[in-house]
């Protein structure tokens, strides 16, 4: 596990090896609202390493009910769960698909632009669809930062050594909404960019760079269709991404 401190109240635990997971930890007075809570061995060791900084967990927002970011809930069990208002669809499929994780429904739903505020920070969830139908991308203010963080769910992933993962459509997954989606990423003046996998970005031209990437794949997959290989589909040189196998899924996913 790795610890990146943004500022005194706000960190990014990063847990590597094949369950690899970002986590935003936001600080007020002692306790904690996290953002999603991983596999339950990595919810154990995130539990372990709170307490012994002597933090409590408080909140917890899940970014999307798919079972890497939602499976460790149950160590988290004593807090205020928060999720998107469409998380019913993916909750119960996941939740009959895992009978031996205890799954826990969020007590807030969230809707699109809705603004919470916690501690110092302004949190606001956009309903960006694309990878699945529940799917929040958060965008954090802090008087620390200049320009928000932009905590992006599973819209944009990479490996932890920066490789591009391309775009992964689950099965209610959509091309048009997740090209939509991107573009909404685009326009947003972004100081941080934070994939729940993989590496942060703040360099302004590897932030544009990353969204092209993703929308050139998504428009060639619209334009090719079911044919579509997936070395028509990549903008760059096929060392530069991670995850190419996702695109047999895609093809999968949307054209059945
Ligand atoms: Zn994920």
């Known amino acids: 596990m790795l610890k990146t401190r943004l500022l005194d109240d706000f960190y990014i635990y990063t847990f590597t090896g094949q369950e690899e997971l970002n986590i ?3 600080v007020n007075n002692g306790k904690v609202l996290l953002i999603d809570t991983g596999y339950p061995e990595i919810a154990r060791e995130l539990r372990t390493e709170l307490e012994k900084d002597n933090l409590i ?5 899940n970014s999307h009910y798919h079972p ?3 499976n460790g809930n149950y ?3 004593g807090c205020e769960f928060m999720g998107s ?10 939740e009959a698909l895992n009978p031996d994780v205890e799954y826990i429904k969020p007590k807030i739903l969230l809707k699109d632009s809705q603004i919470l505020h916690y501690g110092l ?5 956009l309903n ?3 990878h699945c139908q529940d799917c929040l991308v958060t965008i954090i203010k802090h008087p620390e930062l200049k320009n928000p963080l932009v905590h992006a769910a599973d819209l944009i992933m990479f490996s932890n050594d920066g490789k591009h993962s391309i775009p992964y459509l689950s099965y209610d997954g959509d091309i048009e909404e997740h090209i939509q989606s991107l573009e909404t990423l685009n326009s947003i003046k972004i100081g941080i960019l934070l994939p729940s996998h993989g590496i942060i970005l703040k360099d302004d031209n590897a932030i544009a760079e990353a969204l092209k990437i993703r929308i050139y794949y998504l428009q060639k997959l619209r334009e090719l269709g079911k044919s579509a290989k997936v070395d028509d589909c990549l ?4 060392s530069l991404y991670n995850q190419i196998k996702l695109h047999d899924k895609n093809l999968k996913n949307i054209f059945g």
């Open 24 to 26: 935003l930890i936001l």
């Open 57 to 61: 967990p408080e909140i917890i927002i």
């Open 68 to 70: 890497d970011h939602i």
């Open 75 to 77: 160590v988290f069990s």
């Open 85 to 94: 208002e469409f998380y019913k669809q993916n909750f119960e499929l996941f």
């Open 121 to 125: 920070f302004e949190l606001k969830f």
């Open 128 to 130: 960006l669809k694309g």
């Open 235 to 238: 903008l760059k040189d096929k």
